[in-house]
C-alpha cells in the first residue's frame, strides 16, 4: 500500500501564483487611484499650500536659533522650556539646527527642489513630535499636522521619490489635470486634521500648559485639583523634572482616591 503525503497547508505553485496576481492587481488599482489624484488640479494646490505652510513654520525658528537666541518664552522650570536651556547652550549645535531648518524651508519653497525639502524636513519634524509628545507641550496638536502634511508631499511626489530609492520602477509620467473638486479627498483631510485636535484632548489627563498660571487654571475643571495644583507647583515653583512631577501627581490622585490607604 502507497503511502501518500498531503499537506493541506502547503501551498501549491499555483495558489501562490493567485495570490501574487491579486496582490498585482491590488497594487495596480492603488496606483490608477494615485494617479487620479495627481491629476487634480486642486489636490496640487493642497500641496502647494502644505509646502508654504510648512516652510512658514520652520523660517522664524530657525532665524532664532541661527541668531544664537533662546527658542522659545517657555519658563526654564518648564520641563520644553528646560530642554531649549539646554540645546541653547550646545554652541554649534543650535545653530547647525536653525541652518538644516532654513535650508528644508527654502528647499519647500522652490518647486523643483521641493521634494528634496520635504526629504531634508521630515527627521526634524518627527524629531519635534515626538518630542513635544514626550513633554506634553500643547503644541503637539500642530506639531502632529504638520508631520501630516510632510508626509502627504513625500506621498504626493512619490513617483520621484521612486527614482532615487532601490524599488525604482519609473520616473514620473506626464500627467493631464482635471478640474473636478475632490470633496471626499478634502473630506478625509478635514476629518484627519479633527481627528488629531480632538484626540490630543484627551490624550494626557495633565499638562504642565505654556505657563503656572496656564497650567493651575486647568485644575479648576480637574477630577483631582489637589494633585494638579500639587503638579503644577512641582513643575513650576520646586522646577523638578516632569517624570518626578507625574509620579508625584498619580500619588496625590491615589490618596484621593483611597484616603485611609486600605488598597
Known amino acids: 500500500m502507497l503511502d ?3 499537506r493541506p497547508d502547503a ?14 492587481v491590488l ?19 493642497f500641496a502647494v499650500f502644505c509646502r508654504i505652510a510648512l516652510a512658514i513654520g520652520f523660517v522664524p525658528s530657525g532665524m532664532v536659533k541661527v541668531r544664537g537666541e533662546r ?8 520641563p520644553l522650556g528646560h530642554y531649549f536651556d539646554e540645546l541653547h547652550v550646545t554652541g554649534y549645535y543650535y545653530t547647525f539646527i536653525g541652518v538644516g531648518q532654513l535650508i528644508s524651508a527654502v528647499l519647500l519653497l522652490i518647486p523643483r527642489t521641493a521634494l528634496l525639502g520635504a526629504i531634508f524636513y ?31 508631499l513625500l506621498a504626493w511626489d512619490n513617483p520621484r521619490l521612486k527614482t532615487i530609492l532601490p524599488f525604482s ?5 506626464h500627467v493631464v489635470e482635471t478640474d473636478k473638486f475632490p470633496v471626499l479627498f478634502f473630506a478625509f483631510v478635514f476629518a484627519t486634521a479633527l481627528s488629531v ?62 484616603p485611609e490607604g486600605k488598597r
Open 169 to 173: 520602477r519609473q520616473g514620473d509620467p
Open 71 to 78: 527658542f522659545t518664552g517657555l519658563p526654564s522650570n518648564h
Open 27 to 45: 497594487l495596480t488599482e492603488l496606483e490608477r487611484h494615485y494617479a487620479e489624484l495627481r491629476r487634480n488640479k486642486w489636490i496640487r494646490y
Open 122 to 152: 521630515f527627521p526634524i519634524i518627527l524629531n519635534i513630535c515626538v518630542l513635544t509628545y514626550a513633554v506634553r507641550f500643547e503644541g503637539t496638536r500642530i506639531a502632529t499636522l504638520m508631520l501630516l502634511a510632510n508626509l502627504f
Open 197 to 258: 485636535i480632538v484626540i490630543n484632548m484627551f490624550v494626557f489627563d495633565i499638562r504642565p500648559g505654556n505657563s503656572e498660571i496656564e497650567c493651575t487654571n486647568g485644575c479648576k475643571n480637574s477630577s483631582s485639583p489637589n494633585a494638579c495644583q500639587h503638579f503644577c507647583d512641582c513643575i513650576y515653583k520646586q522646577g523638578h523634572p516632569l517624570n518626578v512631577c507625574l509620579n508625584e501627581y498619580e500619588g496625590e490622585k491615589d490618596i484621593k482616591a483611597d
Open 4 to 6: 501518500i503525503d498531503v
Open 11 to 24: 501551498e501549491s505553485p499555483i495558489t501562490g501564483r493567485a495570490s501574487m496576481m491579486k496582490a498585482t
